[in-house]
């Protein structure tokens, strides 16, 4: 019988996900369905990310569903938040060090679930309803993001031009596919649209970047 | 004796008004246009790729085993290069100096390849232009729109927000762009698959027994035009926006569909439902029409 609650396997997840699995976490996931779930769906995360060198793969459709309605529901990422979300910036911080576009565009994906997720789960709000910043993540989002832009502004003004339009575009979809996930959380077509309209992000990003790159 | 010029002088004069500003522009000008002509023997599916930021690319097939690249520089300021490697053919239009202006790295290229080619095209701004080349095809573009004709492979086309029309393909389509829309036509193709987020996606083709054709986007219109004669299986779902249907469908042949409990939506099977048909939209409206 394990002694340790979900709330302790989360803040040991970095351990546990680099190999370092205690007795104590592996009692608890054998007795906890919840938490052996989700942790499945981490994996499948960075599995399908780290694989995108290799051919362009299609992360799980489930993914962000069952992610985010676990986490929601249970309240898994609870006492320590930057703890998870460090684990999952530096599994894409891997990622971002490959060149291929597909592998790049793995890693933004990553990024956007995660940031997503972050910003989605109630968890991460105080009691007093008052959003917690989810700081490593949408941080090294944002200056990722801003890198990529910053490629294209040497490029050919028409195609510069376009890039950003249409990555304004993408970013528009995502807020309105987020808005009808968050009013109807059970929802799976607006789920996938979110998580195509990732999918989509994502790529461009990666152009964006390779872009600068060959330039 | 009239005073007046004679109407020979005049013509001179008019003539040199013309002609002498020109020559000297082109005289002035250090980095004019001009035009590279190349030839490669080939064998049997050659392979072609093609990567020109800037400018036009127009590809025909012809009967000859050769490739023949005819490129026109807008200046000296880009350069095409073009070599040989075994089975295949390199395309490169690349830019000389690093200063160079955009408009200064136009190169538009015509080119000739067996109606067997497979190509791979790269093209950000400009136009791109297959017609009759029966062997696979990757088309990527940023903003330069994408025209296929009587194209029969693998057909993969990707752009930003290019426009992409293919007409009288018969050959696997996949299709994907953030605001580019799509065109359709007379299509004769068992696979079609095509996603833009804020384009159109028109299909007006045959519904090939056992064909799958799926289309989806986030905004704007999907129009799909049908035959009464034609025999598919239907499911158009848009979750903001409207389903309009003149199809008579009948219950669902092959597929067990549930109503979703989000949006709109329309399932059933037109004749035998021997093709498959899924028609998807965040907020865009979804048209099925009677084929004129």
């Known amino acids: ?215 | 004796m009239s005073s007046q010029p004679s109407l020979r002088t005049q013509h001179y004069w008019r003539a040199s008004a013309i002609l002498v500003p020109g020559l000297l522009l082109m005289c002035a000008s250090p980095a004019r246009a001009d035009r590279i002509e190349k030839h490669f023997k080939v064998g049997a599916h050659p392979v072609v790729t093609i990567h020109n930021p800037t400018g036009l690319v127009t590809v025909r097939a012809w009967t000859k085993s050769e490739v023949m690249v005819v490129a026109k520089r807008a200046t000296d300021r880009v350069d095409v290069d073009a070599e040989q490697i075994e089975n295949r053919v390199d395309i490169d239009t690349r830019q000389i100096p690093d200063n160079a202006s955009p408009g200064d790295l136009r190169a538009d290229l015509e080119i000739s390849v067996p109606e067997d080619a497979e190509l791979q095209i790269h093209n950000d701004s400009g136009g791109v232009n297959v017609s009759n080349v029966l062997g696979d095809m990757n088309v990527e573009t940023i903003a330069a729109d994408v025209a296929l004709e009587d194209a029969a492979g693998y057909l993969t086309v990707k752009t930003v927000d290019g426009a992409f029309v293919c007409t009288r393909c018969s050959g696997r389509i996949e299709a994907s762009s953030i605001s580019g829309n799509f065109r359709f036509i007379d299509l004769r193709s068992s696979h079609v698959r095509a996603q833009t987020s804020e384009g159109n996606i028109l299909f007006n083709g045959e519904f090939l027994p056992n064909g799958t054709y799926e289309l989806k986007n986030y905004n704007g219109i999907i129009e799909v035009r049908f035959s009464p004669t034609d025999s598919f299986d239907l499911s158009a779902t848009s979750l903001k926006g409207k389903v309009n249907n003149e199809a008579k469908l009948g219950p669902s042949s092959h597929h067990h569909h549930f109503l979703p409990r989000f949006g709109n939506a329309l399932f059933g099977s037109l004749n035998t439902g021997r093709a498959k048909v899924d028609l998807s939209s965040f907020d865009g409206t979804i048209n099925i029409l009677k084929r004129d």
């Open chain 1, 1 to 215: 019988m394990s002694t340790m609650d979900c709330n302790a396997f989360w803040n040991q997840l970095e351990q546990w996900m680099e190999g370092e699995r205690s007795s104590d976490a592996r009692a608890h996931l054998r007795g906890c369905p919840n938490c052996r779930s989700a942790l499945t769906d981490l994996d499948a995360i960075r599995q399908s990310a780290s694989s995108m060198g290799d051919a362009d793969v299609a992360p799980p459709d489930r993914i962000w569903i069952s992610l985010r309605a676990q986490l929601e529901e249970e309240g898994l990422i609870h006492a320590d938040r930057h703890g998870w979300a460090d684990t999952v910036k530096g599994w894409f911080e891997e990622i971002f060090a490959v060149v291929p576009r597909p592998a790049l565009a793995g890693a933004y994906l990553v990024a956007l679930i995660a940031v997503g997720l972050a910003l989605a789960a109630p968890s991460y709000r105080r009691s007093d309803g008052a959003q917690i910043p989810t700081r490593p993540l949408t941080a090294q989002l944002n200056t990722d993001e801003e890198h990529a832009i910053s490629f294209v502004t040497d490029s050919d003004p028409a195609v510069a031009a376009s890039l950003r339009k249409n990555l304004a575009i993408v970013d528009n979809y995502i807020a309105l596919c987020e808005k009808s996930v968050q009013e109807e959380p059970e929802n799976e077509i607006a789920r996938d649209y979110l998580y195509g309209a990732y999918l989509q992000k994502a790529d461009l990003l990666a152009q964006m970047t390779e872009r600068g790159e060959t330039r």
